[in-house]
């Protein structure tokens, strides 16, 4: 529960510290004094957006700390440990903003998104406000109040789940399926390509050896005719040749063996040149013994280079592209066959979160059925008791027009009511009036609360429009509340103000320079008075005062 609330510098707060207990605590003052001020600021530590308007004028920022205890909160106290952020001792939830409009927020002590603030807020208290009746209006909160009551939040989450995913497999798979006819048509294509290329079978360095290969028999005739003067020159002429000149040169020179240096060293060149020479010429004459001028394979490598030179003209590449392109056709071709599978697979899983959806929709479906006849049993006996006698209340599930699965389960959840004797009963929207509207809504907030895992209660103001014996009943109520948890009450009705076990006085303390929010926590005489100040106006009299006790009296009993 909340134990703590400090503020500091927020709208026309200087600095207020308040301290909570369990039960029912009411908050009273005067209008403008700041009892929504209080409220406010305590939205802005559980979450809500703020600017800078909030800061009060002259300060830097506005800083606001609440702290809980949450020794009956495990929601919370998991919440925590999942993130790494639970300590010894309160909960302790911080906001700060500046007067530049920047924002901060912590969760004992350390910083945290806005989001993450909101998230555990929303566990730890619920804030019903004066103006809430309007959302009554809206089908959506009608879902969201059973779903409470009858503690169907998770399987509502679920069933919102497995639409999601529903339906965002069927916006993939009708993508998929949407490009069938064109994938099937280049399906068609790139395994006519794939096996033409396949079928050619190019061999790597295929087609420089083709060329080359090429060459070498188109010019065989000539070639052979170059090597045979090569040979006869070197080795086989009649009137000398290269090898016979260089071995005379060396028999010539090796008889001056012991002469200079340079003598030496061109013996050695010419010695090397001769075995050089003799190595070129016994690898002419196998060139020329090996070598087979044959047409015949000079004809089929043009027409192999023919065919390779035609495929790259077709798919206009290089002839040294093909290799490339071979693959890039096959890894394409992968692609729309793994489309395929994931059209196969896409399918499946449709089916089967189709099935998951109608398991939890069904289990959904149960559950609100059962809660809804005990929701419209306890609202119309608490609408009775304020001021509705006689006034009925039904909880209708309708099937929704789709038959695709939808967020929100097979049903639309309607209330209907029918406020007078003798009346059928017809949507909320159509027959409430405003103080109807209002008792309504009060009664099913109470109701839901009370089955709520969420131990801090806050109404502002719930009662406006409400007064009279019915007054006291909401009262009742709302102390009957209190005695299973902590209920926080802004009201500006006695009977409800009696029936609090705490009371606190919100009122402005005006200085020489400024005007700020107090807080007073009255007990005894004190709360008498303001009891009695709400009943008869400023003039207290011995018949208010007398009347107020007796109110106070009549809620301890």
């Excluded at 009892?35 to 809500?48: C, F, R, T």
């Excluded at 063996?257 to 075995?275: D, F, H, T, V, Y």
């Excluded at 059209?343 to 059962?370: G, M, N, W």
């Excluded at 429009?465 to 007054?471: F, L, N, Q, S, V």
Aim: proline share 3%; with cysteine.
């Amino acid at each position: 529960m909340l134990v703590q609330l400090s503020i500091r510098n927020f709208a026309i707060v200087d600095h207020l510290d308040l301290e909570l207990r369990r039960g029912m605590s009411v908050i009273t003052g005067e209008t403008g004094a700041g009892k929504s001020i209080m409220l406010g600021a305590l939205s802005l530590a559980l979450g809500d957006r703020a600017d800078s308007g909030v800061v009060r004028p002259g300060a830097s920022r506005a800083d606001i700390l609440a702290s809980f205890d949450l020794q009956e909160i495990p929601d919370a106290r998991s919440w925590l440990t999942e993130r790494d952020l639970d300590h010894d001792g309160p909960c302790i939830l911080r906001r700060v903003i500046t007067a530049e409009g920047r924002s901060r927020a912590y969760i004992n002590g350390t910083p945290c998104p806005l989001g993450d603030l909101k998230t555990l807020g929303g566990l730890l208290i619920d804030i019903h406000s004066q103006h809430e009746h309007q959302s009554l209006l809206k089908p959506d909160t009608h879902r969201r109040l059973l779903d409470e009551f009858g503690n169907c939040q998770e399987l509502a989450r679920q069933v919102q789940l497995a639409a999601q995913r529903w339906r965002q497999t069927r916006q993939t798979l009708e993508r998929l399926s949407n490009n069938g006819d064109e994938q099937r048509a280049r399906h068609q294509l790139l395994s006519y390509q794939l096996e033409e290329l396949d079928n050619l079978a190019l061999g790597e360095n295929e087609l420089a050896e083709l060329e080359q290969e090429q060459r070498t028999l188109a010019n065989a005739t000539q070639l052979l005719g170059a090597c045979r003067q090569v040979v006869d020159l070197c080795s086989e002429g009649d009137q000398g040749n290269v090898v016979s000149a260089l071995s005379g040169s060396l028999q010539r020179l090796t008889a001056f063996q012991g002469g200079p240096g340079i003598l030496e060293e061109a013996i050695e060149l010419l010695s090397s040149a001769q075995i050089q020479v003799e190595e070129a010429m016994s690898g002419l004459n196998r060139f020329m013994d090996q070598f087979d001028a044959d047409p015949a394979r000079l004809q089929r490598v043009e027409e192999r280079l023919d065919t390779l030179y035609t495929l790259a003209r077709k798919h206009r590449v290089q002839p040294e592209e093909l290799g490339n392109l071979q693959r890039q056709l096959a890894h394409e071709l992968d692609n729309l066959n793994a489309d395929d599978e994931a059209i196969d697979k896409l399918t499946e899983e449709l089916a089967a979160f189709a099935r998951h959806y109608q398991d939890k929709a069904q289990a959904l479906s149960k559950a609100r059925q059962q809660a809804a006849g005990d929701l419209a049993r306890a609202v119309e006996h608490e609408i009775q008791r304020l001021g509705m006698p006689g006034g009925r209340f039904s909880v209708v599930l309708k099937p929704g027009s789709s038959g695709d699965p939808q967020p929100q389960g097979f049903e639309q959840v309607e209330f209907l009511v029918s406020a007078n004797p003798g009346q059928p009963l017809r949507p909320l929207a159509k027959v409430a009036s405003g103080g109807e509207l209002s008792r309504i809504s009060l009664a099913i907030q109470v109701i839901t609360a009370q089955t709520s895992r969420v131990p801090t209660l806050v109404f502002d103001e719930v009662d406006v429009g409400i007064g009279g014996p019915t007054a006291e009943i909401v009262g009742q109520l709302l102390r009957r509340l209190g005695d299973r948890g902590q209920v926080l009450t802004v009201t500006h009705l006695p009977q409800v103000a009696a029936q609090g076990h705490h009371h606190l006085f919100v009122h402005k303390a005006r200085g020489s320079d400024e005007t700020r929010t107090a807080v007073a926590m009255l007990a005894g005489s004190s709360r008498v008075e303001e009891i009695a100040r709400m009943l008869g106006g400023v003039d207290l009299t011995e018949q208010s005062l007398a009347h107020a006790q007796q109110m106070i009296h009549s809620a301890q009993d």
